[in-house]
């Protein structure tokens, strides 16, 4: 490609909305442009990108041994009735009706339609293994649309539907995706941990998450340098190393004054206690029935793990006139002794605590040496902490760290969740209908872009991996108007698209400091300068983006060594 | 592919909504199932075909220096405003609102988003040509979905738009694009025309149509079998070979009764008359204003051309209580002669005729021996008939053929059309500020499958042109179970497939009929038989779809001879 004849419109300011690196840099490198609220236009060089992931992803997968096909995105309304989420979706489903007054949804994903497809083309327990997938648009309409590509309303997926005869073989298409994943991230160049995950509202037994690693991330996980375990918040389990003081013998109950103290800071810094000393008590309504849960004052406590045990459909926190209706007490001074009226349920740490601080339900006032069993009783002990930076992995021992990730990838075991709703049954070899057991597996396009810069970029622009980037190699001709460089350029620029290289010649008008500042702006890996050193000595000025490194080769030299750094780059 | 792991549920019945032959074979040889009334699944099979379109598609554009991009399928209504669409699109736009009640379309075509992109990036003169071009989805909301994917809701679009500083330019542009589409249809196999076309809604000064030859297809084009020429319907000439009777005598006007005559087959019967002595009459009502136009009785009015001539936005046939109002006769006895308050029009052919005979405006009475000038004004006379089979081309004068087609592509040379209501403008060498000349150009993927079908088909199934055929070799092993006939199917199965041929095993447990059978619908160009033949003998017997020509090959000559058959039916 001459830059002259693409479209690669830089610019030196990006809209102040631009919060995080890939945005800013996206819009930078004239790779998107914003066509309205989570809508953006990919220009010829971020649809480059964009096409390069689509075929290392389409490789992959047809290597796994899935079947592309193509579904339409706008399904009817029917299907979605039928599994339930016609009415569960919400507002994120786009909906629109057609001329004869017919309800369909834009595709958010197709659980619906490949089923019934499943359904309708799956007879016998010999037609599976199967697993069907598409890369196409979909959409959400997501309630505040943000951070460019990374969160949007319409986006392209990558989205599989594995179907199989039971458990133990969707168990085996279930780990070739998982491996599929692997090897297209890995090839994608992105430093990435695939870490169990919650299921979410696409339902089924259990799910990983491929979360690409970046400060910027919307996400946080948890991980185990030692063994490798990592889990999203949702679902990460991490050992308190905290000891507790069970040892310690009961002192009496004593209630204390403790005016105008709320926070656990406040009531401990008071009373001088550490955090660890106290009890916190959370009201919630479960239902619309009240609940407490007790988490130790410098634990957090995990709504979603309260949520997903209490197995309610709504959990959310009281308001002060619901604490003032229960505890008897304003905001703050709420405790489990003589807490009436609801179940009580407590975090495994506090179960390790002996003569705690706590609320007394009522204003001003805390105990001092609470203690269970004796002085209340607790329902259920479980884990319900946010696990933290410096907790125990429950595998090996070893101390966990927290990382925030980008989501770019999210597999699911579903079961048979849809297959039963809809009636995705087959005969068996035993001659019975039996449900199918299905999973399916996402990529977001759009985010494995995003989260490449949010992992390769500098104060100068992008750093690319090799394998996504839009060329391999950019020839930076300086002086493009001198007969002697223009021929020296455009003889190399010849040769290398006639060996397959991917380039592209920077053949502007423009001043070399313009030209090299876009070429790093945009991230290409490998920079050939062409100037009067070529003219003169015969060299080739080489900079790689990544490191900065920078020499000078022979023209008999060029094309072996610029093939190897390319080749040296590209994971296999 | 092992047909075992595949998805190819091909079929004995088809539903009997399925007219054409392209629309059952699809369905029959598992390509497409239907999800709603013009929304199809494409399953692994039919996605294969539309996948090596959409590459022929992909290298021919890229190799023309259009530049792929994304855009999104919602499209903010307030662009559509500005073009004026959003209201005259009507039904077939399809529209939704987001959550915060903001209007969209499901783009039909990207005149709008692309002109918008372009106002924005480019700049200067020196930034064109650029030619954006986008392979996605496009809905359309048909009033009446039929023929399978051939007019369907939901459908694959290859639309570019190219955008220059002039006219010549944009005509270069347009030229550039005419090539690939002649280069892209040629290498999909298809027996086509491009014909010179209406510009319909889209809008713009010339265009074209690539009609792929079918009887079944929707459109009919006049071509000339000597020069080329070629034109759809609406924009076809052809001289009558009609040669009139202008050296006759005036006669005297005449009313002579012909009671309950009211077609030109019952009144030039009755009045033992040719139909081409007759002039019909035919009444319109254009923008609310009453018209007529007369063509000989042999000829049919070509409702476009009038329409076009007139430059009305509405034109309709009169309602019968209209005919009665302005021709104060019943249909079937309007005439010229004596019709007042509208202007009259006539095809060019009625300036030949003589002493004719036509309607008086008066039940059961018509005119002999009519004249115009001397019996009633015509205001222009302009060519308003439908051309005709045998009709004279206006370029050679040759006798024209009517043939039927199938659109397959579209270009339009758009003008200003575009970038004048949405003032997309460049700075010019002059230092003008000037509007970009555009230029459009779709080609829809599903139709040019159908299409191939449409021309390539017989009683036994699909007959795939090559490069277009999923696979190009199915590889069909009678009795599989046998250990002997699995090695030698499956070691060329490897073969083929490591040295880069596309192929298909069919290695179920079927009858060598089913396989044969199964074979032949899906169309497969070549197929080799493993069978005992080939055990015994070590002869691999070779069946060419399209020609029915069987042969035997022994081993050691097989790939080459499979490789030579591809190679030649592959063109470049």
Same sequence: chains 1, 2.
Avoid at 303 to 311: A, M, P, T
Avoid at 482 to 505: M, N, P, Q, R
Avoid at 537 to 550: A, D, H, N, S
């Amino acid at each position: 490609m001459r830059w002259s004849s693409a479209l690669i419109p830089t610019l030196k300011e990006v809209p102040a909305e631009a919060e995080i690196a890939s945005h800013k840099l996206m819009i930078k490198a004239g790779l998107i442009r914003k066509v309205a609220s989570g809508l953006y236009n990919f220009l010829p060089l971020g649809f480059k990108i964009y096409y390069k992931i689509e075929n290392i992803i389409r490789e992959e997968m047809d290597k796994a041994g899935a079947l592309e096909i193509l579904m339409p995105i706008m399904t009817p309304a029917e299907l979605w009735h039928e599994t339930g989420r016609w009415n569960l979706y919400g507002k994120e489903l786009m909906r629109l009706k057609d001329r004869a007054d017919r309800e369909f949804a834009l595709g958010p994903t197709h659980e619906e339609v490949v089923t019934d497809l499943a359904r309708t083309e799956i007879k016998s327990y010999r037609d599976m293994p199967k697993n069907f997938y598409q890369i196409r648009n979909k959409f959400r309409d997501e309630i505040r649309p943000r951070f460019g590509v990374m969160r949007s309303r319409e986006f392209v997926m990558k989205d599989a539907y594995s179907f199989d005869r039971n458990e133990p073989c969707a168990e085996e298409s279930y780990k070739k995706m998982f491996e599929a994943y692997i090897k297209i991230f890995s090839r994608c160049g992105l430093n990435f941990r695939a870490v169990e995950a919650d299921s979410g509202n696409i339902g089924g037994s259990f799910s990983h998450e491929f979360m690409a690693l970046a400060a910027s991330g919307e996400d946080t996980l948890i991980n185990c340098p030692a063994c490798g375990y990592a889990a999203d918040r949702e679902k990460a389990e991490g050992a308190s190393p905290f000891c507790g003081n069970e040892k310690e013998v009961l002192k009496p109950l004593e209630k204390v004054s403790t005016p105008g103290q709320h926070t656990v800071e406040q009531v401990t810094g008071f009373l001088n206690k550490k955090a660890s000393e106290l009890v916190k008590t959370l009201l919630y309504m479960a239902d619309g029935k009240p609940v407490a849960a007790l988490v130790k004052g410098d634990d957090e406590l995990h709504e979603i793990k309260l949520h997903r045990f209490l197995g309610v459909t709504e959990l959310v926190m009281m308001t002060a006139q619901q604490v003032e209706e229960f505890s008897k007490a304003p905001v703050g001074f709420a405790g489990p002794v003589g807490l009436t009226g609801m179940k009580i349920f407590a975090d495994n740490a506090v179960s390790k605590l002996r003569n705690f601080v706590t609320g007394a339900n009522e204003k001003d006032m805390h105990y001092a040496n609470a203690n269970f069993d004796r002085d209340f009783k607790i329902n259920k002990f479980l884990d319900l902490r946010v696990p933290k930076e410096g907790d125990l992995c429950v595998k090996c021992g070893s101390a966990l760290v927290s990382l925030k990730g980008i989501v770019v990838g999210h597999t699911y075991k579903l079961g048979t969740k849809y297959s039963k709703s809809m009636k995705a049954e087959f005969l068996d070899e035993d001659g019975k209908r039996k449900l199918m057991v299905m999973g399916c597996y996402g990529i977001g396009l759009a985010r494995v872009i995003a989260a490449a810069i949010e992992q390769g970029n500098d104060a100068s622009g992008i750093i690319w991996p090799m394998a996504i980037s839009p060329y391999q190699v950019i020839i930076t001709a300086l002086n493009y108007k001198d007969e002697k460089i223009k021929l020296f350029a455009d003889s190399i620029y010849e040769e290398f698209k006639a060996k397959g290289v991917e380039v592209i010649i920077d053949d502007r008008d423009m001043s070399a400091g313009f030209k090299f500042k876009d070429a790093e702006l945009i991230g290409i890996p490998v920079r050939i300068t062409v100037g009067n050193k070529t003219v003169n000595e015969g060299l080739f000025e080489i900079k790689l983006r990544k490191t900065g490194e920078e020499f000078a080769v022979k023209r008999e030299e060029l094309f072996s060594k610029v093939k190897e750094i390319v080749q040296r780059e590209l994971v296999k």
